[in-house]
Nanobody, 122 residues
Framework: QVQLVESGGGLVQAGGSLRLSCAAP????????MAWFRQAPGKEREFAAAITRGGGRINYADAVKGRFTISRDDAENTVYLQMSSLKTEDTAVYYC???????????????WGQGTQVTVSS
């Protein structure tokens, strides 16, 4: 069973920053794109950011553009999400996913982590 393992979530005040990490098996990490999705209570899972192997193509949701930065370390098979200027509406469980391209739909990703909680307080 493929395991993507997220870490770095927590409680932060509005305006603060957090960095999420996701480690993946090498064969999965190197095969295509890595992405972050998030799911707030009572809402559907939504796309946040994605990055291709090598970082040549990056895609952001409008809601996080300019505040979040996705990056990856191909030597460490790890993808990161640097979140800054956090807002209360960023509160959600954040999921790491692996797929073939920087698509925005949940259905386009084959492998998922268990999620890490991010809570932004006012």
């Amino acid at each position: 069973q493929v395991q993507l393992v997220e870490s770095g979530g927590g409680l932060v005040q509005a305006g603060g920053s957090l960095r999420l990490s996701c480690a993946a098996p090498g064969r999965i990490f190197s095969s295509g794109a890595m992405a972050w999705f998030r799911q707030a209570p009572g809402k559907e899972r939504e796309f946040a950011a994605a990055i291709t192997r090598g970082g040549g193509r990056i895609n952001y949701a409008d809601a996080v553009k300019g505040r979040f930065t996705i990056s990856r370390d191909d030597a460490e098979n790890t993808v990161y999400l640097q979140m800054s200027s956090l807002k209360t509406e960023d509160t959600a469980v954040y999921y790491c996913a692996a797929g073939r391209w920087v698509y925005t739909a949940v259905a386009d990703y084959d492998y998922w982590g268990q999620g890490t909680q991010v809570t932004v307080s006012s």
